[in-house]
């Protein structure tokens, strides 16, 4: 039998099992999002470390255009990548709402239908994979030496989409029901791993960029290994039946409207990625070096955003379920002031010490790196500089997920495309290389605008229904 039971003094939930689960329908309110976002945070702090250190091994083993070849199908890989993600994030609202209404049986078949629509995702992929990323390579134009580094790592990459899907369903279905702990010691032993696989396969195997692809794909097996442990030993209630695969048209339906949109805006996003990137190998090797040297530190520019959106979500997810809007707008409210105050340190910090951050990735010591290091530099100050911009986004982003309102995500991604591909046709046209590193920053205003108002308007709608109802 599938139990739910509550420790009130903690605000832990068990699931038939050891308390793994949190519940944030209660207590305070700021305290428990930070509680859920500092595993997330930390997690998201290892899966940068490796990523970054995957870099510096490449760069500074392989050689500067290496790195530069990785980064070149960078939006390749984030297309496959954001839409997995997509898919995943409505996972974890779905699973949220659910264990926000305390519905053991909605909660067990969602699992049956999470697993079905993923291995649903698992074959387009690979389809797509077969037919079509062979010809979207060719049709980026990478520059001539570094090409064939950028279409090994970027197949092997797609191989491994079936760890990816894995990895992320399974820490989103903790996520889901306020276990962000998990996910973290996950991310923490296949950074590791990650890390000794490079040094293996790029230093003793001598494997090239195609080594690093595949230490990141074992580093992602062994990622869901784990949270699939966490689940089956401490959450075994989740664990669905052989009933629990019987196809539910509505609750398939309910998971692909709230991931649908999703994707659809990661898809957007990675189509004008593709176009920047289209642009920028153009400017040839020595600028990209400079402009992937930054993009590499997307995720950590990111981190504090990520970190407190998907709290947000999670917290979000289970007052809808709990049907307590007003504590969902001061969680909202306070989440947003907090990332304000968190921003005027994370954004000197990215600013004053650009230059050794960028250096990280190109040893300025050698005269031919040079020129890129400046690139790079220069694109690391404009982001910090709007980096307020994208916290605000992603709090109103994460929480129109939380609410299962996803359709305004889709939209604000429509919006962000626009100014996407506009700066970078202009790049090209006037063949301005300073013009390009605009690009993503202006990206988050035009997506912001779409999410504020579509949060706003979607808070207001809910919170006169609810009054409403307190009043009959």
């Known amino acids: 039998m599938f139990n739910i039971s509550k420790d009130n003094k903690e605000n832990k939930i068990t699931v038939s099992g050891e308390a793994t689960a949190f519940d944030m329908t209660t207590g305070p309110i700021l305290p428990e999002i930070v ?13 940068q470390l490796y990523t970054m250190i995957d870099a510096v091994i490449v760069s500074r083993t392989i050689g500067v255009m290496a790195m530069a070849a990785i980064g070149a199908v960078d939006w390749l890989d984030y297309l496959m990548l954001g839409i997995i993600l997509g898919m995943t994030q409505g996972y974890t609202s779905v699973i949220a709402r659910f264990f926000g209404e305390k519905n053991e049986e909605m909660l067990k078949r969602s699992m049956g239908m999470i697993i079905i629509t993923a291995i649903g995702l698992l074959i387009l992929i690979v389809l797509w994979q077969i037919f079509f990323l062979s010809k979207a390579i060719a049709g980026l134009h990478i520059p001539s ?53 490079d040094l293996f396969f790029i230093k003793v195997l001598g494997t090239g960029v195609g080594g690093a692809a595949v230490a990141t794909v074992i580093s992602q097996v062994i990622s869901g290994i784990f949270c699939l442990a966490v689940i089956i030993r401490e959450n075994k209630g989740l664990i669905p039946e052989r009933s629990d695969f019987r196809v539910d048209p ?7 409207m709230v991931s649908g949109p999703i994707i659809f805006e990661n898809m957007i996003v990675g189509i004008s990625g593709l176009i920047v990137q289209r642009v920028a190998d153009g400017f040839g090797s020595v600028y990209l070096a400079g402009f992937v040297a930054t993009n590499r530190m997307y995720d950590l520019i990111n981190l504090m955003s990520m970190a407190f959106g998907a709290a947000t979500a999670t917290f979000v997810g289970q007052n809808y379920g709990a049907g307590n809007m007003i504590r969902i707008r001061k969680g909202v409210r306070q989440t947003t002031f907090l990332l304000l105050g968190i921003y005027a340190v994370t954004g000197t910090f990215f600013f004053t010490l650009r230059k050794y951050i960028v250096g990280i990735f190109i040893d300025p010591a050698v005269t031919a790196n040079r ?97 409403s109802r307190l009043m009959v």
């Open 250 to 256: 509505d609750l398939i339906k309910l998971i692909l």
């Open 35 to 47: 509680k859920f976002a500092v595993p997330l945070i930390l997690s998201f702090m290892f899966q």
């Open 371 to 467: 020129q890129s290091l400046e690139y790079g530099m220069y694109y690391l100050a404009v982001c910090a500089a709007l980096l307020w911009v994208l916290y605000i986004g992603q709090v109103f982003r994460f929480a129109l997920q939380g609410l299962s309102r996803t359709l305004p995500m889709m939209l604000s991604g429509l919006a962000g495309f626009a100014v996407r591909a506009a700066i970078a046709i202009i790049a090209y046209k006037l063949a301005d290389k300073t013009l390009l590193f605009y690009d993503e920053p202006l990206a988050w205003i035009g997506e912001l605008i779409f999410l504020a108002a579509a949060y706003f308007l979607v808070m207001r709608k809910m919170l006169s229904e609810t009054e």
């Open 145 to 197: 030496d570094i090409n064939a580094m950028s279409s090994t790592y970027c197949h092997i990459y797609y191989s491994g989409c079936g760890a990816v899907i894995f990895y992320n369903m399974e820490a989103a279905i903790l996520r889901g029901i306020g276990d962000s702990k998990s996910p973290l010691k996950a991310i923490i032993i296949s950074s590791l791993v990650n890390i000794v696989l």
